[in-house]
């Protein structure tokens, strides 16, 4: 199991960031999918994941509304459509992979399959 992130930057306060990440040994459906940031001096935190019993999502508060998870079965992917960013999303987001039991996917301790991190700044 191989997870790489990429697609951060430097971005100005309401601008946009698409982050990608690229999944591969195991098929999209084998395991839900989660985007994960941590920010200095923070805890980890989910951002936003996707089951994959039946792709529902899940986003924490302070995303919704603005950003969008999304998967292509094609390509084996997972992205992270970021709008309207804020000088608070800034953080170096990372995918992570693995079985969730239940509902709730936003917890990080229950993902054992992580990728590297992309660092994403929200500043003018």
């Known amino acids: 199991v191989q997870l790489q992130a990429s697609g951060g930057g430097l971005v100005q306060p309401g601008g946009s960031l698409r982050l990608s990440c690229k999944a591969s040994?195991?098929?999209?459906?084998?395991?839900?999918i989660g985007w994960f940031r941590q920010a200095p001096g923070k805890a980890r935190e989910g951002v936003s994941c996707?089951?994959?019993?039946?792709?529902?999502?899940s986003y924490t508060d302070s995303v919704k509304g603005r950003f969008t998870i999304s998967k292509d079965y094609a390509l084996n992917m997972v992205y992270l459509q970021m709008n309207n960013l804020k000088p608070e999303d800034t953080a170096v987001y990372y995918c992570?992979?693995?079985?969730?039991?239940?509902?709730?996917?936003?917890?990080?301790?229950?993902?054992?399959?992580w990728g590297q991190g992309t660092q994403v700044t929200v500043s003018s």
């Open positions: 040994g195991f098929p999209l459906d084998h395991y839900t």
């Open positions: 996707v089951l994959n019993t039946d792709d529902s999502t």
């Open positions: 992570a992979a693995d079985t969730i039991y239940g509902t709730y996917c936003l917890e990080p301790s229950e993902y054992d399959y």
